[in-house]
């Protein structure tokens, strides 16, 4: 069986072949760098993260478009709210959003353009839509026409006049559902040159551009989180296809992040932003409780729910790192199964749990090779899952594995010794007096951790 995904447009789960043999083309909808990232946020790129490793782990090279929305209404309103320019929020915000990536070992993407600097390519397939009958000008400002594309609303499911406005009906609109491609440049706001006048483009448009400029006109999978799904990703597929391309061939999109029943804002202050997360448990935790649940499915945060994450997580580690074995690469039957039935974490994360439990049992047997064995193939996985505690991005998290490893190699050999003796109970109480010493160092030197 192959990898299959639920493609959003279809409702259907469908076999996933790319476009290119061995090259996946992927334009995730990246942040809009208004506040600083939150853990609502962070769940979409870690899920698609896990995807991206995935397709990597199949043998396909990976070509992932991540853009950065550095211009848009939000933007603007906290630019003239604080009496700042648009850049000095978006800068420092943007550079969060990259801490936070890198820190939750997410892949970096194979090209991160930023809406501020794909203005011409905006402009120009604004101009197609209007050639082609399917947007018009109307005093300074440029309007798709949802009744030129016979499609709207599919991927939304979702019929033409039952449909909800998502934008202020200004004057001058054909019809109150039609969405802005340039909006007229109002008093202290960034402006850029067009055929239309001074303005700035719509946000919709954005991605589309940028989408084409690096993926071309058509590519193998669109994702984001599931309230882009309208108007956003609507309005995207309906403005490329008017411009003539083909645009995604599958739509993916993750569950929301609910905080007591609501979704979670973006504020300046947030008290659910990744930084403050941080303080509580280890990035490699977090990105655990955010990958654990199906990608599609809610989940509803809560600390609580986080810590028993961390707890989880903490026992696979406490296996890996007193075997510390290299990675096999082989994994297990059930683990590809459920990674190709649309990315199923949740049974993934069970065969890791279930093969750490059959190592574990084995090193209480003294079988240390049958150990090892288990070991490679948990690590195997967990790298696939961007969660193997050896790999390179979580050792640099903490030097507390070189001791560790140093310590327990000192185990391993004294163990053997007394295994060599017949005592194989005197050298698994060793290992196992080693091991709780080294926990208790562990949340001596990471205090969030204490709980």
Excluded at 228 to 242: C, D, K, T, V, Y
Aim: proline share 6%; net charge neutral; with cysteine.
């Amino acid at each position: 069986m192959g990898l299959r995904l639920y493609d959003t447009r279809s409702h259907t789960l469908r076999d996933f072949t790319p476009r290119i043999p061995g090259m996946v083309s992927i334009y995730l909808c990246g942040p809009t760098v208004v506040a600083p990232p939150h853990v609502g946020q962070i769940r979409s790129q870690v899920s698609f993260d896990i995807l991206h490793r995935w397709l990597i782990n199949n043998g396909n090279a990976v070509l992932l478009c991540r853009n950065v929305t550095d211009i848009e209404d939000k933007i603007i309103s906290r630019s003239l709210s604080e009496g700042i320019p648009w850049w000095r929020i978006t800068d420092p915000v943007y550079r969060s959003f990259a801490r936070t990536y890198t820190s939750l070992g997410c892949l970096p993407p194979s090209v991160e353009p930023r809406a501020t600097g794909h203005i011409p390519e905006m402009i120009e397939m604004i101009e197609e839509l209007v050639a082609a009958g399917h947007a018009y000008e109307s005093d300074g400002n440029v309007y798709f026409a949802v009744d030129s594309y016979p499609g709207y609303g599919s991927l939304s499911r979702q019929q033409v006049q039952h449909i909800r406005i998502t934008e202020e009906n200004d004057r001058g609109k054909r019809n109150p559902r039609d969405f802005a491609l340039w909006k007229r440049a109002k008093p202290g706001e960034p402006v850029w040159v067009s055929p239309w006048g001074e303005g700035r483009p719509g946000w919709h448009l954005e991605c589309s551009a940028m989408a084409r400029r690096y993926l071309g006109g058509e590519f193998d999978i669109h994702g984001g989180g599931a309230n882009l799904i309208f108007p956003h990703h609507e309005n995207e597929m309906a403005q490329s296809r008017g411009a003539g391309d083909s645009f995604a061939r599958f739509w993916l999109h993750n569950g929301p992040v609910t905080h007591r029943g609501e979704k979670i804002r973006k504020h300046v202050r947030n008290p659910l932003a990744v930084p403050a997360l941080l303080d509580r448990v280890r990035p490699v935790e977090l990105r655990y409780y955010l990958a654990a649940a199906h990608y599609r499915s809610p989940v509803e945060f809560s600390l609580a729910a986080v810590e028993e994450a961390a707890t989880a997580f903490r026992r696979i580690e406490r296996f890996v790192l007193r075997v510390g074995s290299e990675a096999s690469g082989e994994l297990p039957p059930q683990f590809s199964r459920a990674m190709d039935d649309d990315l199923s974490v949740p049974q993934a994360l069970a065969a890791v749990h279930a093969t750490v439990g059959e190592g574990n049992a084995a090193l209480a047997a003294g079988d240390r090779e049958s150990a090892v064995t288990k070991c490679g193939a948990v690590r195997a996985m967990l790298n696939v899952l961007g969660l193997d505690p050896l790999s390179d991005v979580w050792s640099r998290e903490t030097q507390l594995r070189d001791v560790a490893g140093a310590v327990l190699g000192v185990a391993r050999n004294l163990a053997e010794a007394s295994a060599a003796k017949g005592d194989h109970e005197h050298a698994l109480i060793m290992e196992r007096q080693i091991e709780t010493a080294l926990s208790k160092r562990h949340h001596i030197e990471h205090p969030a951790l204490i709980r």
